[in-house]
């Protein structure tokens, strides 16, 4: 079973940066697709960027130029760098994992974000002046 827990949101100005961390357990191989999604109150959950078997990172339209995300494997932790925040990025950030898929040619890519079953907890991040 994977467990995820994040941390690192907070209250913050525009402007301003957070980052969130997201300590993984169980996922004991590196096929597990990793990801950031968000979901604002009165609106659905959308992805926010994810990092493949390969390492290979994909960023919504949204998160490109101001987010990155990142994995240091030696501390099973996901990490989302979040600079240049706006009100509209307010949300419940969650980190969430899944196995991925793999092609009869062996090639492993990422199942789509529906798809995703294990999810962190969530950590709130509000920008407000």
């Known amino acids: 079973q994977v467990h995820l827990v994040e941390s690192g949101g907070g209250s913050v100005q525009p402007g301003g940066s957070l980052r969130l961390s997201c300590v993984v357990s169980?996922?004991?191989?590196?096929?597990?697709?990793m990801g950031w999604f968000r979901q604002a109150p009165g609106k659905e959950r959308e992805s926010v960027a994810d990092?493949?078997?390969?390492?290979?990172?994909t960023y919504r339209d949204f998160a490109k130029g101001r987010f990155t995300i990142s994995k240091d494997n030696a501390k099973n932790t996901l990490y989302l760098q979040m600079n240049s925040l706006k009100p509209e990025d307010t949300a419940m950030y969650y980190c969430?994992?899944?196995?991925?898929?793999?092609?009869?040619?062996?090639?492993?890519?990422?199942?789509?974000?529906?798809?995703?079953?294990?999810w962190g907890q969530g950590t709130q991040v509000t920008v407000s002046s």
């Open positions: 969430a994992a899944v196995l991925g898929r793999r092609t009869d040619l062996g090639i492993w890519y990422c199942p789509p974000e529906y798809e995703y079953n294990f």
């Open positions: 169980g996922a004991t191989n590196s096929r597990y697709c």
């Open positions: 990092i493949d078997a390969y390492n290979i990172i």
